[in-house]
């Protein structure tokens, strides 16, 4: 059966309004994509924190309706909401009928973090010819079913840290885990034990669901900050937002043991130097990393 897909590209102010009117106007599915990506390798995954708007400036969203549906209306709904579009810019197009999830994770290829760490979404399997193919630590992680999926640069900044260090038996805290990415890749490095805290129990289902996809779930506990009893640990990682990390810097001293590495990221290129200060009361050889216009600080918990 053929299907009616509306698409156009509006700013990320906008995005949740109209996708709630195209719902509420009969629309089977709603995709949000960045606009600014150049190719299809390039695109990235909607990551907007909870309760935050999308990070990008302009998304390409695209709308499934039944073939059938009325197309003036529909522009006639955009229009009262977004009266800068000109009709023009609004695409229509019949598709026929497909496993649109699949299309879609299609478009999702494998991504590498460092030496080793490789996200693969489940349609790809790592050939045996693949460069370090008998030293890659693999990740199942498909879009769709997670928050973060190493798209994001701040994701993607804590694979790279994770992938340099020796978590051969260590014990970790992922501290605002959403997915699972990290917690579950820390394992797969080595770690023995990690901790996964999220204040959204949607968090906790996905880091479950997606631990249990890449057989660690025996190696991960998972928490709402309320249950979480820390003890000190031998990693920690925490990609939340600026705002929580400063509140919650004596809390995440005291769950970083002596001597061991931690780092932060979900930070602005602007914020990090009001972070390095008020870190640096309780950990050393603070190390600033930047990707895009998003900063990761690393260091070591004074002994």
Known sequence: MPFLELSLTLRATEQERVELAL???????VTL????ADTPNELAILEPGVGEMPLWGEIALSALFDA??????????????????EPAQVRFRVVEDQDWT???MDQFKPMRFGRRLWIYPSTIEPGADDADAADMCVVRLDPGLAFGTGTHPTTALCLEWLDGLDLAGTHVID??????????AAIKLGAAR????????????????????????????????EEFVHAPAD????????????????????????GAPFALSGILVGQADELLARYAE?????VVATREDWVRISGRRRA
């Open 175 to 184: 501290y605002g885990c959403g997915s699972g990415v990290l917690a579950i």
């Open 194 to 225: 990690v901790d996964g805290i999220d204040n959204d129990p949607q968090a906790i289902l996905a880091s479950r669901d997606n631990a249990e996809r890449n057989g660690v779930a025996d190696h991960l506990a998972l928490y709402l900050p």
């Open 282 to 286: 309780w950990f050393d050889d603070l």
């Open 33 to 36: 994509l960045d606009a600014d």
């Open 68 to 85: 059938d549906a009325d197309r003036a209306g529909l522009l006639h709904v955009l229009a009262e909401l977004l009266p800068e579009i």
């Open 23 to 29: 719902e509420e106007t009969g629309a089977l599915a």
């Open 102 to 104: 699949r299309a879609w």
């Open 235 to 258: 990693v920690f990682v925490a990609n939340i937002l600026a705002g929580p990390l400063a509140a919650l810097a004596p809390r995440f001293a005291e769950c970083t043991g002596a």
